[in-house]
């Protein structure tokens, strides 16, 4: 089974606009790390953002925010106020409590959402 | 702080042959994992090691191994090469590798098998 999966293999916005990516998670461990990636046509994998299964407040970094609704078992990615450089795939990540037996797959990643930010 | 390096940044091997990827973390960071960056499987954990020491292993082929030296820098190793092996291969660190810990990547190695 999937423990991660994105919905939307590919999004168009239009610049300055807010964008949302949809990550739906499974995890049976009460403990665990949800994080965000963007990956340019570079390749790099940058880290944009991180939310513990502990956390109450949604996390927020700059522009991004993550809207965390754990019984829903949900990590969103929301870009605010997109540009032209946020063009680049995006990736959400977990990984589950290496200390309770879990985790031992390091990062879990779904297949990602190619963004395209159109002037 | 410096961020993570990998070397090289392009391979080309041919089958059969074998290949050794670096990668330095994060200074102060002692966790590094590697992952396999497919367009058909996407991105896929190797292992990850931890003071030298291997703490977590991927569903891979006894042909990939890896090790960690005591500065925290780490090698991997893909033997008998095959064609289905051409991926990019990001490395990445964490200060302990625990769950909540931030892995920070390098810009990858991409290997191409002919």
């Known amino acids: 089974a999937q423990k991660i999966t994105q919905t939307q293999p590919g999004m168009f916005v239009q610049e300055k606009e807010a964008v949302t990516l949809d990550c739906t998670y499974d995890?049976?461990?009460?403990?665990?790390?949800l994080f965000w990636y963007k990956q340019p046509s570079s390749g790099e994998m940058i880290f944009l953002i991180y939310?513990?299964?502990?956390?109450?407040q949604n996390a927020t970094e700059g522009r991004y925010s993550l809207n965390f609704q754990k019984a829903r078992k949900s990590a969103n990615l929301v870009i605010s106020a997109s540009q032209l450089g946020d063009s680049a795939m995006y990736f959400c990540a977990m990984r589950e409590d290496f200390y309770s037996g879990g985790g031992a797959d390091g990062l879990t990643f779904g297949k990602g959402t190619h963004l395209i930010i159109q002037p | 702080k410096a961020g993570v390096t990998q070397t090289p940044r392009y391979l080309i091997k041919t089958r059969g042959q074998q290949v050794t990827l670096s990668c330095s973390p994060i200074s102060g960071h002692r966790s590094v994992s590697w992952y396999q960056q497919t367009p058909g499987q996407g991105l896929q954990f190797l292992f990850e090691y931890f003071s030298e020491t291997q703490r977590n292993k991927g569903n891979f082929p006894g042909r990939f191994s890896g090790r960690q030296f005591s500065n925290s820098r780490s090698e991997m190793n893909v033997s008998t090469l095959e064609l289905g092996d051409s991926a990019l291969y990001l490395c990445?660190?964490?200060?302990?590798?625990?769950?909540?810990?931030?892995?920070?990547f390098g810009p990858g190695t991409r290997l191409t098998v002919l």
């Open positions: 990445a660190s964490s200060p302990s590798g625990g769950n909540t810990d931030t892995q920070y």
């Open positions: 995890t049976s461990d009460q403990s665990y790390g």
């Open positions: 939310q513990g299964s502990y956390d109450e």
